[in-house]
T-cell receptor, first 114, second 108 residues
């Protein structure tokens, strides 16, 4: 009964490919997020969605496109993968959009672009 | 551009208390102080948060200075499973920015 799950856990791919990472939460939360953790271990928010609507869109290349089919899912599609996209990507959710709300993180997807 | 300052690393002995400091001198009146931790190869995990008053939960205590410019996360009895990177985060302007955190090592 994992609260926030991500698939796949590991993803190794070639430069130029297109890939997707899926995220699902079973907590009944309204808000979901994508974070990127780079090799220096800094966690940076990329996107947040509230009830399937985009709330935060940080300065992220438009090769990254989040898609929320329903409020329990927030998938991340990446086009034309580059070496610099290699990182760990974390999905998270919270009850509401306010950042005073506790966020629950998934286990991460480790992306390696060769 | 996290708005908090934490020591890069700290060490503790098992079963002893640990006090993890955080400075946030530019905190605004509406900022909450959150603490998360990240165990090796896992996603961040919520620890505790507060606004003005000290807070206690089953994991830890949070002591907030009267002027709110600093706070301290207190683990009452460190265990080996508490070894992690601890992040002190101010939630401001609908955004949550992680800094480098404090890497806590617990020695048996």
């Amino acid at each position: 009964d994992t609260a926030v799950s991500q698939t796949p856990k590991y993803l190794v791919t070639q430069m130029g490919n297109d890939k997707s990472i899926k995220c699902e939460q079973n907590l009944g939360h309204d808000t979901m997020y994508w974070y990127k953790q780079d090799s220096k271990k800094f966690l940076k928010i990329m996107f947040s969605y509230n009830n399937k609507e985009l709330i935060i869109n940080e300065t992220v290349p438009n090769r990254f496109s989040p898609k929320s089919p329903d409020k329990a899912h927030l998938n991340l599609h990446i086009n034309s993968l580059e070496l610099g996209d290699s990182a760990v990507y974390f999905c998270a959710s919270s009850q509401e959009v306010q950042f005073s709300e506790t966020q629950y993180f998934g286990p991460g997807t480790r992306l390696l672009v060769l | 551009d996290a708005k908090t300052t934490q020591p890069n690393s700290m060490e503790s002995n098992e079963e002893e208390p640990v006090h993890l400091p955080c400075n946030h001198s530019t905190i605004s009146g509406t900022d909450y102080i959150h603490w998360y931790r990240q165990l090796p190869s896992q996603g961040p995990e919520y620890v505790i948060h507060g606004l003005t008053s000290n807070v206690n939960n089953r994991m830890a205590s949070l002591a907030i200075a009267e002027d709110r410019k600093s706070s301290t996360l207190i683990l009452h009895r460190a265990t080996l499973r508490d070894a992690a990177v601890y992040y002190c985060i101010l939630t401001w302007n609908n955004d949550m920015r992680f800094g480098a955190g404090t890497r806590l090592t617990v020695k048996p």
